[in-house]
């Protein structure tokens, strides 16, 4: 692995950055910087994202996976990075709140599956916003879709504590919630004008990542 990392904080909040790391044919680069007048940016970009964090020794609970995170201050709101992310093509394996997640809604196939090959997903895109410089992260309009399950989700991420605070939909099986939208008229009364799905649950996550309180 092959790390080069410039970092300016104060504090939690980060002022500045500049990181690049390589792990065999994976890459990541991850640039924030002053654009004049105080204003920032911030692009992140990997082509498999999980390679990188396991070789960091950050997690092993993603499998492949491009990433870009593309924001940016604004006149208005100079202290808020606001941007969009994706990821895209990826594994999760073992996750642990994902697995109690699922365990509170009790699709017993899926937990087996995350807990051993793993559950395949198309994508996630949520709309971001880093918080005093970086320190707390907004998720917002958040979408997870894959073949065995979907997510939605909005809330946020801590990086002072550790906490994360997190809400949205669940759909077990969206691969047959996007077969029923497609039927007019009985996919709209089944699946819901607004995408959630046949089998869609609320839930909650509250509390510290390592150990949060989950609720459905």
Not at 25 to 35: E, F, G, N
Not at 118 to 146: C, E
Request: glycine share 10%; no cysteine; net charge positive.
């Amino acid at each position: 692995t092959n790390v080069r990392a410039d970092i300016s904080v104060q504090g939690p909040q980060i002022l500045a950055m500049d990181i690049s790391a390589n792990a065999d044919d994976a890459k990541l680069v991850a640039v924030q910087k002053t654009i004049g007048k105080g204003l920032q940016t911030l692009d992140v970009t990997s082509n498999n994202v999980g390679k990188i964090l396991q070789a960091l020794d950050m997690t092993d609970t993603v499998v492949g996976g491009d990433l870009s995170i593309h924001g940016k201050s604004t006149p208005e709101k100079p202290d808020l990075i606001e941007g969009r992310m994706w990821l895209k093509k990826f594994t999760l394996v073992k996750a642990p709140v994902l697995a109690r997640l699922i365990n509170a809604l009790s699709p017993v196939g899926l937990l087996e599956l995350l807990n051993n090959n793993g559950l395949n997903f198309d994508s996630m895109i949520s709309d971001i916003t880093l918080q005093k410089r970086g320190a707390t992260i907004k998720l917002s309009d958040g979408k997870l879709t894959g073949s065995s399950l979907g997510m939605t989700f909005n809330g946020y991420v801590y990086r002072t504590t550790g906490n994360i605070s997190l809400k949205g939909t669940i759909v077990p099986m969206e691969g047959i919630n996007k077969f029923a939208s497609k039927i007019p008229i009985i996919g709209q009364i089944l699946t819901g004008l607004k995408g959630e799905g046949i089998l869609a649950a609320t839930y909650s996550i509250k509390g510290p990542t390592s150990d949060p309180t989950v609720s459905v």
